[in-house]
């Protein structure tokens, strides 16, 4: 081959090499960065916010571990990243003791449980309930107890990865194990072990071949190896007496100061209208979200929004938490999230969940049902609309432990509302009139009626577009606008 003939051969290379890259990037910027504009092009990155990546991290005859996960493309656009985990538990049984590389906030779903965790190198040990929050953080050794009778335990939790070995998912380090799973302790020799636990080989060797059970084992029936059931044990009689010698010393004084404090600035608040200073829960503690007041409600649903300053946890791990309960029918209004990406599960129900890309085409149009995930990137607009045969509830978590000020783009409190004005209407080619109209119809904020249930005057306007639908716009002068948009 001449030389001639083999430059040109490379050229051909370079250039198919250029043509696929230019392709990549392509598409990578059209779903990514735009929607890319036809509507099957939008049809194809839908994926990216509902996540459908699925691991089964645990599996025993007593519980599993499932982790999920959002798509590789879309991974880019999460600032933080976040799995969300679900842990099954039967009754009686325990997810051994152990640390991760990432933490995590653990949210009772169905059930009650006991968790043991290290707290300033003191044991501590809660019980849990439906609706508790618990936060565990990266390095901090933990186990979980399902201590329902007869009731299996559903935890969702949130797996905040910024502090991983980043091995594509969270490490576990068992601290307790065996032939399964391995005990860190056995990278150790016997000889290393005995002289660190001061004990003989023979001892160390025993104790290091008895679990084969799996990470998550029964504990007080048949299936239940021994060497846990005295664990257990062992660490509620300690528990026990650090609790009775608590409870017998200075701590019961000061819980008594505490509740009489409480209860003059219940009566300073009442008499005088002097506000109670909220003051957050303490990072060892449980924080209950049932329990809390909603933010906001009104006759279509309420939400529930849990920053630092409600429970100090969240500033160690930097991760809020929300749920919103809707109506049949009801949508929570379109919104963005200025400080951070948003991970929702639904919990009760199924709804509609809609994105829409920064260049204005729609990202994401998708029903969800009970058990789905979704995540909405920082930024992106989006609502939420619940089914028309019954409410709808979702639960979830927020990269952002800062109070978060969603910024909504329809409703009484819209942030079109707020920047009313010429400059507004100039960029809608409208007049202020119409725009007025347009921005001051919707009465309700935050979560809104559907169609079946708005306002009266509403519904008799879309009545009067259904009659006459042929006639012009300029008939009915600005509220004509209107309702030909509405339709």
């Not at 009465?443 to 306002?455: G, K, T, Y």
Request: net charge neutral.
């Amino acid at each position: 081959m001449g030389k001639g003939a083999r430059e040109l051969l490379w050229w051909v290379v370079i250039l198919i090499i250029g043509c696929a890259v230019g392709g990549a990037l392509g598409h990578l910027e059209e779903g990514e960065g735009g929607g890319g504009g036809d509507q099957g092009s939008q049809g194809r990155y839908h994926e990216l916010f509902l996540m459908h990546d699925s691991k089964q991290m645990v599996r025993t005859d007593a519980g599993e571990m499932r982790v999920v996960r959002s798509s590789g493309a879309g991974r880019s656009m999460a600032e933080k990243p976040m799995h969300v985990g679900f842990i099954t538990m039967e009754p009686k049984s325990l997810f051994i003791p152990q640390y991760l590389d990432s933490s995590l906030i653990l949210f009772i779903r169905r059930g009650e449980a006991k968790v043991g965790s290290i707290y300033k190198d003191q044991l501590v040990e809660k019980q849990l309930k439906i609706g508790d929050l618990y936060a565990i953080p990266a390095g901090s050794a933990f186990y979980l107890v399902n201590t329902g009778e007869g009731q299996r335990l559903h935890i969702i939790c949130s797996i905040d990865m910024s502090e991983s070995l980043h091995m594509n998912t969270f490490q576990s380090f068992f601290l307790g194990g065996g032939t399964y799973p391995t005990s860190i302790l056995n990278g150790f020799s016997s000889e290393t072990l005995s002289t660190a636990f001061n004990v003989t080989t023979s001892e160390v060797e025993e104790m290091m071949s008895g679990q084969g059970g799996g990470p998550i084992v029964f504990v007080k029936d048949s299936h239940q190896p021994s060497t846990w059931a005295k664990f257990l044990e062992m660490k509620n009689q300690d528990k026990f007496k650090h609790l009775k010698r608590i409870l017998m010393g200075f701590d019961g004084e000061i819980e008594q100061k505490n509740d009489g404090a409480w209860s003059w600035r219940k009566l300073l608040k009442i008499v005088i209208g002097i506000p109670d200073r909220k003051q957050p829960v303490e990072p060892n503690e449980p924080y209950n979200l049932y329990n809390r007041k909603p933010d906001f409600k009104n006759s279509y649903g309420w939400s529930i929004a849990l920053d630092d300053s409600d429970y100090s946890a969240l500033s160690n791990s930097g991760i809020g938490v929300y749920i919103v309960h809707l109506t049949a029918g009801s949508m929570m209004a379109p919104h963005l999230n200025p400080t951070a990406t948003e991970f929702g599960i639904a919990l009760e129900g199924a709804g509609t969940v809609k994105i829409v890309f920064p260049n204005g085409t729609s990202a994401m149009d998708a029903k969800v049902n009970e058990g789905d995930v979704f995540w909405v990137p920082r930024y992106f607009p989006f609502c939420q609309t619940a089914s028309r045969s019954g409410p709808f509830e979702f639960f979830g978590f927020t990269t952002s432990a800062r109070r978060n000020r969603p910024q909504f783009l329809a409703g009484a409190n819209s942030l079109l509302k707020t920047m009313r004005g010429s400059e507004f209407a100039m960029a809608f080619g409208a007049n202020e009139k119409m725009y007025d109209h347009i921005v001051n119809s919707q009465r309700e904020a935050v979560i809104l009626p559907s169609a079946d249930v708005s306002p009266p005057d509403e519904r008799k306007k879309e009545e009067i577009a259904e009659r006459v639908p042929k006639l012009g716009i300029r008939e009915f002068g600005n509220d004509g606008v209107l309702i030909k948009n509405k339709k």
